[in-house]
């Protein structure tokens, strides 16, 4: 069962930052989950909001600031907001990419076919079958998946999924049962639980019998044999 890190290591450091994704992969994660979005001049920068309010000094929207404008920001304990290049070259654990902005898709798409090794270890995601098809359009080859706030009935899960081409339905561990799961996972698909918060959602979470999960307090779990 894939342990991933959400924006890193969430619930102990700043959130999508080096130091987050650092922590995360000490503190045993397979994978690291970030959000992709774009500067005014057109540089791949890994943040959640459409602004930069919540979680670095500044304030103003991601799309209408510099990439210089963007560093020059504090994203808490002195990090900067990190570019999906260098996050790629230091972090070489797998990555769920989640693509916020569709301007980002041909960036993505264009780093993933330059680097081979990269597309091996990157599954695009996305709430937005649009922006999965277009992906897919773009790079046939590209792992995807369909992320699900509040999971549907399984035969929607299905069907939305498939909907979206995608290969991995990632989906709220509340509305997740043990055959559920495996009539997904009968049909290809793989399946991801989330939120995972502490040790005794991720023994659950094993008996459902998921391919992975997703954490903010990587720090609090142990892997269940």
């Known amino acids: 069962m894939i342990i991933t890190g959400h924006r890193g290591a969430l619930g102990t450091e700043p959130e999508n930052t080096l ?32 602004t930069v309010d919540r979680t670095t ?10 990439y210089d404008e963007l560093r020059s920001l504090d994203a808490g304990l002195g990090e900067v907001v990190p570019t999906w290049a260098e996050t ?4 070489g654990i797998r990555f769920q990419a989640e693509v ?7 960036l993505l798409v264009e780093s993933l076919q330059a680097d ?12 937005h ?10 790079m046939p080859t590209a792992s995807t998946g369909r992320i699900f706030g509040r999971t549907p009935a399984i035969f929607d899960v299905l069907m939305l999924t ?14 997740l049962t043990a055959d559920g799961v495996a009539e997904l996972q009968a049909t290809g698909l793989e399946v991801t639980a989330w939120p995972v918060p502490d040790q005794d959602t991720l023994v659950r979470a094993a008996a459902l019998g998921v ?9 609090l779990l142990r892997r269940v044999a």
């Open 19 to 50: 130091r987050s994704f650092r922590r995360a992969v000490a503190d045993g994660c397979d994978e690291i989950e970030l959000d992709l979005r774009v500067t005014a001049d057109g540089e791949l920068v890994i943040m959640h909001d459409a």
């Open 57 to 66: 000094s500044g304030s103003g929207e991601i799309a209408a600031m510099s």
């Open 88 to 91: 790629a070259a230091e972090i």
């Open 100 to 106: 916020k902005a569709v301007d980002a898709i041909p």
């Open 116 to 127: 081979p090794s990269l597309a091996a270890r990157t599954l695009v995601t996305s709430f």
């Open 129 to 138: 079958p649009e922006i999965l098809l277009a992906v897919r359009r773009a």
């Open 162 to 175: 498939k909907e979206a081409d995608a290969g991995t339905a990632l989906c709220g561990i509340a509305g």
């Open 211 to 219: 391919n992975g999960i997703t954490t903010d307090n990587p720090h």
